[in-house]
């Protein structure tokens, strides 16, 4: 059973690669390199002793990815994941994450749009929800403005596929994480760290290892219990899994809908300082911090409700924080050591 991964060098694309080989999947991956490097594929090798088929492909331009498809009509299922992704950035450039997040987007499912069948996951986030009114959050919570052209993406993104999905065969599961850290526990593959790093877990690694001389705090003036923000952190590995699910739930024709959504999170919300927590117990270290002011943007709390998830999709994350952080921190001394 081929299947391509768009993104799949990528943090959660390339931990997904390994679980679908794991599966006996023959995997196809495209990527236009922008945010990873080839030694990605590398590493999926030496987990799973298979290199997976690679294109160097920009899903932006449309006549190479006809050209593509029409190489790969054996495709039996696409996980989509290849899309920019950091939030402040989307902020000073939108048209970059409105052409690569949308315009890619609406190139591969025209392709998928003329097969007999065609099975298609996407990438979403739990950004869609914004700050949601009730926690644990479900699948059918109000969806809010994004408050960013990265959010606005993934929530167009979703609608798209609703549209198409409707008049075409073509069938889809909607994956809206909440907080994906730590990486494969072999350490070979993991978050590849460009610049300076804008989210929690990555910062928090680094100013460990010492690359950086503290963490800021974004508020500790939240209406939480130690007033830090809270998140649904959840393992890429459990995240991963969850891909391999949904991909079969739909070639086994298990959906009973032709668009599913799934909110994938542990189901438990930890605040900042208990993620700072959770480090300096796996690492032994003290986590030098200070607190500043909120970040612009951010929210209060979002945890997942995982009933849809496990009891519908089959599918529960396994890991804690601790082993999820264990495993950043193992990645981060691995890549510097
Ligand atoms: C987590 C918490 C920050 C950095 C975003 C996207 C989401 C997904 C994950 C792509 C917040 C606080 C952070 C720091 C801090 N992105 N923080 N100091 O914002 O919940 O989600 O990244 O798929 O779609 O929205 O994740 O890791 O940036 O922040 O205090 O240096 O850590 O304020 O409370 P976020 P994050």
Partial sequence: MKVLVTGGLGFIGSHTVVELQNEGFEVVVVDNLS???LSVLD???KITGKKPIFENLDLREKEKVQDFFKRN???SGVIHFAASKAVGESVEDPLLYYENNISALIYVLQQLQQKPEANFIFSSSCTVYGQAEKMPITEDAA???AVSPYGNTKAVGEEIITDTAKVTNINAILLRYFNPIGSHPSAEIGELPIGVPQ???PFI???GFGLRKELAVYGDDYPTPDGTAIRDYIHVVDLAKAHVIALQRLINKKNTAKVETFNLGTGTGSSVLEVINSFEKVSGKKLPYKIVGRREGDITSAYANTDKANNV???KAQSTLEEAM????KWEQKIRG
């Fill in 35 to 37: 945010n990873t490097s």
């Fill in 43 to 45: 590493g999926i090798e």
């Fill in 73 to 75: 009509s054996d495709i």
């Fill in 143 to 145: 969806l809010q403005q």
């Fill in 199 to 201: 989210n929690l877990v």
């Fill in 205 to 207: 690694t680094q100013t």
């Fill in 313 to 315: 999709l089959g599918w």
């Fill in 326 to 329: 264990a495993s950043a921190w």
